[in-house]
């Protein structure tokens, strides 16, 4: 992850709050003819904080998933003493690896466009043309939400609903939980879905969120990017598509 500049916000809706408001939302169900799902993350853990459990189910299930990998997340610590850009990119990689191991996906085919992390944009129809075809033939892509707040979220997700075709896309929220509140006019509740995580399921969504070490611990003189508040949102027995 690479916080937004409102990664920090002092007012962020803490977790408790979703939890009280919990809409029953229809279950997200994967077709059973399934047999490819792409996953997009603009940086290394946005797919596991987003999609771990349904990527973790997918996989047991049988279903071939591949990881298009936008950025290796090289910006998260901008001018940090302990890790510069390029070492930084290389251990969140390899965190990445550890992460899908954890969630039992550790056969996922993983493609690296190495886009600009916080740049995104400026490559957007560069990206949607490098997507053309890694998305040709799949069953469904599972992609960052177009308005989730950060900049390379919403550039991957644009350029993703370009290059899908006739894919099915769904996307799925981060930062959303972080700075949206209950029956936000904002964000598109009404196509939203559930996908129910089982006991074990989330269990190792978690060991795969504490893969990310340089995000979930300060580095150096760095605070954690992912500060226990916003960790919580991603310890729930569901997930959201839309």
Known sequence: ????????????????????????????????????????????????????????????AGVELHLVAVTDGE????????????ELAAARVEESAHALTALGA???????????DSGVA??????????LPLLA??????????GDGHPDHEAVGRATLAAAGDVP????????????VPDDPRVPWRRARRVPLPPSVRAAKQAAVACFTTQVHPLGP???????????????DHEVLW
């Open 1 to 60: 992850m690479t916080a937004p500049a409102a990664g920090h916000r002092p007012d962020a809706t803490p977790e408790a709050v979703w939890a009280a408001w919990e809409p029953d939302w229809p279950a997200w169900v994967p077709d059973p003819a399934w047999r490819r799902v792409v996953v997009c993350a603009a940086h290394p853990d946005d797919e596991v904080l987003g999609v771990g459990g349904t990527m973790a189910q997918l996989a047991g």
């Open 137 to 146: 033939g799949a069953d469904a892509v599972l992609t960052t939400w177009t």
């Open 122 to 131: 400026g490559h957007e129809a560069e990206l949607a043309v490098s997507l």
């Open 75 to 86: 910006a998260s610590h901008p001018g940090n003493p302990v890790l510069g850009p390029r």
């Open 169 to 180: 896309v769904w996307q799925y929220p981060v930062w959303t939980w972080h700075w949206a």
């Open 106 to 116: 550790g056969r996922v085919r993983t493609t690296r466009l190495g886009l600009p």
């Open 222 to 236: 760095d605070p954690a990017v992912l500060p226990p508040e916003f960790l919580a949102h991603a310890d729930r």
